[in-house]
């Protein structure tokens, strides 16, 4: 065995000397220490059929040999991989005198990324899923099954963008769709969140975007009340704005609510004094929300006597603006570098 280990010490180190690049290289390597049937590795099987004494004489000559055959093996690798940083450095030179280029900055989030990351973690340690929901959405779910007739302004060509030749395919101008969905899909007791983008066809100022992010919330359960949802909405401005903020509710009429609500907060931007970011009045529009109306319970699969539930669609562009003290929304959306650099 000894014979045959120096036999094969011999054909190694010929093999790798004649190796040409380093995939041959890496074959020759194979070819000896392969786990299944290199010549190396099935010499080695054969130690269990020897005595102890030869076990011992022929293990240690084995590594001997085999550290012999590794080391011809690196300095082959070596040789290779000198030859490539040589041409390497012939044809990628460093031209010495060449002044310093300046250091490029380096990419951090978007505010609104900033706000939505904020937002899910505060709602799933609260216990809430975090879902989504498509852009390109039915007119069913954007407006029938949230109990919005066609006769509802909402529906007019002015507030909507409808697909050219499909009418019934809509650019989700809320995301509410996603409250059937759910329901649809996990059924009740259910507590869940989505941001997204939505879309309506109005005109832009301070206060207003075509394209705008909303974060909607529902939860579903049995004996759900007004007073669950002003918790929920407390905690959740006193998670994002580090801070209890004014607020204030008022009745609003939301087709998919009933009793629906307008909750507001005074204006951070300007204190409550009145600025563009509020319309000079002071607050702001932040949390339209309400107790789910039965129809929207029914069209989501459940039973509207056993479950009842609350909804809220947060305005997260407003509420970004309210926490960086923003005061045109158009920022958001203009892509002007020295503005977004200061998050």
């Given at each position: 065995m000894i014979e045959k280990l120096e036999q094969i010490k011999k054909e190694a180190r010929e093999a790798s000397n004649n190796s040409s690049s380093l995939e041959e290289l890496e074959l020759v390597r194979e070819r000896f220490f392969s786990r299944k049937s290199g010549?190396?590795?099935?010499?080695?099987?054969?130690?269990?059929?020897?005595?102890?004494?030869?076990?011992?004489?022929?293990?240690?000559?084995?590594?001997?040999?085999?550290?012999?055959?590794?080391a011809f093996f690196d300095h082959k690798k070596n040789e290779f991989e000198m030859k490539v940083w040589e041409a390497i450095a012939v044809t990628e030179a460093i031209d010495v005198t060449q002044p310093k280029l300046p250091t490029p900055g380096h990419g951090h989030q978007h505010p609104m990324t900033i706000v939505h990351t904020e937002l899910e973690e505060l709602f799933t340690s609260m216990g809430f899923t975090v879902l989504?929901?498509?852009?390109?959405?039915?007119?069913?779910?954007?407006f029938d099954a949230l109990n919005?007739?066609?006769?509802?302004?909402?529906r007019d060509s002015q507030d909507t963008f409808f697909i050219k030749n499909h009418p019934e395919w809509v650019m989700r101008t809320h995301t509410s769709p996603v409250q059937v969905r759910a329901m649809q899909k996990y059924g009740a007791p259910l507590r869940a969140v989505v941001s997204g983008r939505c879309f309506r066809n109005?005109?832009?100022?301070?206060?207003?975007?075509?394209?705008?992010?909303q974060m909607e919330g529902i939860v579903i359960d049995r004996h759900i009340s007004i007073a669950h949802l002003i918790g929920v909405m407390k905690e959740l401005l006193r998670g994002v704005l580090r801070k209890d903020v004014e607020v204030r509710l008022r009745p609003g009429y939301f087709p998919f609510v009933e009793p629906g609500f307008e909750l507001d907060m005074k204006c951070l931007v300007c204190g409550g004094a009145g600025c563009g970011a509020c319309k000079h009045s002071g607050w702001?529009?932040?949390?339209?929300?309400?107790?789910?109306?039965?129809?929207v319970i029914e069209a989501g699969g459940l039973d509207p006597v056993e479950w009842t539930g609350f909804a809220f669609g947060l305005g997260s562009m407003r509420l970004c603006m309210q926490k960086y003290g923003i005061e045109d929304i158009r920022?958001?959306?203009?892509?002007?570098?020295?503005?977004?650099?200061?998050?």
């Open positions: 010549e190396f590795t099935v010499l080695a099987k054969g130690m269990k059929d020897l005595s102890d004494n030869e076990r011992k004489k022929i293990g240690q000559k084995m590594n001997e040999v085999k550290s012999e055959i590794e989504d929901g498509p852009e390109l959405e039915s007119e069913y779910y954007n919005i007739p066609g006769t509802h302004p909402a109005e005109s832009t100022d301070a206060s207003h975007e075509h394209t705008f992010y702001i529009e932040t949390l339209p929300c309400g107790l789910v109306h039965p129809k920022h958001l959306h203009g892509g002007n570098l020295s503005f977004l650099e200061q998050f």
